[in-house]
């Protein structure tokens, strides 16, 4: 999960740092003992997008392998391809918590206390 | 007399209770019925698979938080599309109060035109406007249903409304259960602030000041029944996140009330050996197929600033769809912009000039719930008329956005980029293949079905099964037919009804 993270939260300069990193893989994996029958799913959308981002690069280099310039540009190649359901999959979690890390929200102009923490508590 | 809640989780060993009426499931049906006839004077049992979260422990959680604690299965609950259906993101809550918890509050009453459809073509002649206004009214004094001024309105919601003043029709104020609601906008999340009044928050106090007992983390997995009629139920309690089993569970009763939601009370009929005569069990689920349409605007609009859901727009009920506002976590906004590192970090920082609006089918369902493997297995077959209404109702919101001045929009179409005015002229919407939709439904309905006889339903029009006397279902799976509108006040209201009736029968 990390190794996606890393490139889809890059900026130009590299991926945020270790500590938010930390919190999100933590907290993802949280979320993932919480839902049920659903962690299968996601952890197969997971291992399936590492399983074809080698095919549809055609570098037949795995993910975990790439350097951080050439796993966003694998994952681009991705979403353009017909695994983009994967990607979309992954992602979608990862955004979710990501961006409720106050200062990640703060960085994209989100200011609303209640969908991060909440208001007065 | 005052009643109880006792989590599960926290018992040892096996759990017997005997009442006079258990009721299984907590959500819009379940706890309405429990209120009811506990005021009554009945000894009613209330039995959840979820955990209870007090207001004030889900309104401290983070929106992901509550998605693994009260949704159902983090929210990745799914129709799967049979033919050319799209695979549809089918939400529910599990917690105490049931998706009631997580709605935006959105209050509509059964249309006219829909009970007058139930009584001309299924017999439902009971179910009349006038008949059921006692109910609705009920209804709506309880949860404190109230219209949405436009003060209210997001600016996301203002620029759809601005589009669509444009193209020639009106948004109207929605109505929604809410009591001094401050327009925090996290209502899908659970209400922080105690201002959205749902069952939880307004049937749960009066069920337990008439004495009714809730018992959290336990699952319900069958029907008992003796000669006829209906005893009671078994199932297990369970503990924690892994809802590990912790003991036997048997509740004996004079009467059985299955209100676990459409996905789920078919499966307890089913494994009861109740229900299937008839052919219909688990079959006519409808599901609203909705579809969110997000586009940019130059200005900042800070969607999520205002009341999550104020209006809404019937202007194309003739061709089964209804436009209704809301918005999405900005995470999910982000996540669903093509991009990776930094052109995703770009997308996302314009996630402020985002603006959000639903639309959603008026189905002729096609959706059918079954257990395969001891698991929940929903299969959606999309219906032609309704295939060939989801590029309509994109492109109708698509232009309404941009009459209302958004730069690009954003289609729910995997892997296509953010179109313009020009590109969107353009596309050949029509033979994007179903699958290639993102589509999510927060309303499935009717795989239990109320009718008139016992070849064409599961249940009789007082809720009571046709096969097993003293078994009555009472949720969103007995309502036959889609409503084309949001569904929390009918379900409530037929609960409410279905109530009153076994309230007034003498027990056999
Ligand atoms: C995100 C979201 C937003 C919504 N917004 C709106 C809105 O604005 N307006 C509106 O009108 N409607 C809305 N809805 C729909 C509305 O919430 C539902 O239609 C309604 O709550 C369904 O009521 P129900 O009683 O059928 O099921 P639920 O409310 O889902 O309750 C069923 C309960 O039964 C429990 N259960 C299931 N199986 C078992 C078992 N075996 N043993 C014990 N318990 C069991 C479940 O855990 C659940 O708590 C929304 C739904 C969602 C998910
Ligand atoms: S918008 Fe209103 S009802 Fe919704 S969460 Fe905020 S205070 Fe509660």
């Known amino acids: ?121 | 007399m005052s009643g109880s809640i006792t989590q599960g989780g926290t018992l040892d060993g096996d759990l017997e209770l005997d009442c006079d009426v258990v009721v299984v499931g907590s959500g819009a049906g379940g706890m309405v019925v429990a209120a009811e006839l506990a005021e009554a004077g009945h000894d009613v049992v209330i039995l959840e698979e979820g955990r209870h979260y007090t207001p004030e422990e889900y309104g401290a959680m983070r929106p992901s938080e509550s998605m693994r604690h009260l949704w159902r299965d983090g929210a990745l609950t799914f129709a799967v599309g049979m033919d050319d259906s799209p695979m549809i993101n089918v939400t529910m809550g599990r917690a105490v109060g049931g998706s009631s918890v997580l709605t935006g509050g959105v209050c509509f009453r059964t249309p006219g035109y829909i009970l007058d459809d139930w009584a001309k073509r299924l017999g439902l002649s009971d179910l009349t406007e006038a008949s059921m206004d006692p109910c609705f009214t009920a209804v709506e004094k309880s949860v404190h249903v109230e219209e949405v001024p436009v003060s209210m309105r997001s600016k996301s919601t203002l620029m759809f409304a601005r589009g669509a003043e444009q193209q020639g029709f009106k948004l109207k104020p929605l109505r929604r259960n809410t009591k001094n609601c401050n327009g925090c906008g996290r209502c899908n999340f659970g209400c922080p602030h105690g201002a959205k009044l749902s069952v939880d928050a307004a049937y749960l106090p009066r069920a337990l000041a008439a004495g009714a007992r809730l018992y959290s983390e336990c699952f319900v997995d069958r029907v008992t029944s003796d000669g006829g009629r209906a005893t009671g139920v078994v199932g297990r309690l369970t503990r924690g996140s892994s809802r590990r089993k912790t003991g036997r569970l048997t509740v004996r009763a004079r009467r059985v009330v299955v209100a676990a939601g459409s996905y789920f009370s078919p499966g307890i009929l089913a494994r009861s050996g109740v229900g299937k005569q008839s052919g219909q069990l688990g079959r006519n689920m409808t599901l609203h197929p909705g579809f969110r349409m997000m586009a940019r605007f130059d200005e900042r609009l800070d969607g999520w600033k205002g009341a999550l859901q104020s209006a809404y727009s019937d202007e194309y009920e003739k061709d089964h769809i209804t436009m209704v506002g809301l918005f999405i976590p900005p995470g999910v906004i982000a996540a669903t912009m093509k991009g990776v590192g930094p052109k995703h970090l770009a997308k996302a920082r314009g996630v402020p000039h985002v603006a959000v609006f639903g639309g959603m089918i008026h189905d002729e369902g096609g959706g059918t719930v079954r257990n395969v493997l001891g698991r929940t297995f929903a299969t959606y077959k999309m219906h032609p008329r309704d295939r060939a209404t989801m590029p309509k109702v994109v492109r109708i919101m698509a232009e309404t956005f941009f009459a209302g001045g958004a730069k690009e929009v954003y289609l729910p179409i995997l892997g296509l980029d953010a179109v313009t005015p020009d590109s969107l002229r353009t596309l050949d919407l029509d033979h994007i293949p179903a699958k290639r939709y993102e589509c999510s439904s927060q309303h499935p309905l009717g795989t239990c079905r109320m009718g008139s006889t016992a070849a064409h339903s599961v249940v009789d029009p007082s809720g009571e099964s046709w096969e097993l006397s003293g078994l009555f279902v009472a949720d969103g799976s007995i309502v036959p037919t889609s409503l084309g509108v949001n569904p929390q006040v009918t379900i409530m209201s037929m609960a409410t009804r279905i109530a009153w009736k076994m309230r007034d029968r003498p027990y056999d």
């Open chain 1, 1 to 121: 999960m990390r190794v996606v993270a890393e490139a889809v939260f890059s900026d130009g300069e590299g991926p945020p740092d270790a500590d938010r990193m930390d919190w999100l893989i933590r907290d993802v994996d949280d979320f993932l003992e919480h839902i049920g029958d659903s962690r299968r799913s996601v952890i197969g959308a997971l291992f399936g997008l590492h399983a074809v981002t080698p095919v549809v690069t055609r570098s037949g280099q795995s993910l975990a392998r790439m350097s951080i310039p050439e796993r966003i540009e694998a994952l681009t190649k991705v979403e353009e391809s017909f695994a983009s359901g994967l990607l979309l999959a992954v992602k979608a979690l990862l955004c979710i918590i990501y961006y409720e890390h106050p200062d990640a929200g703060r960085e994209i102009g989100f200011d609303a206390g209640c969908l991060t923490e909440v208001a007065g508590s």
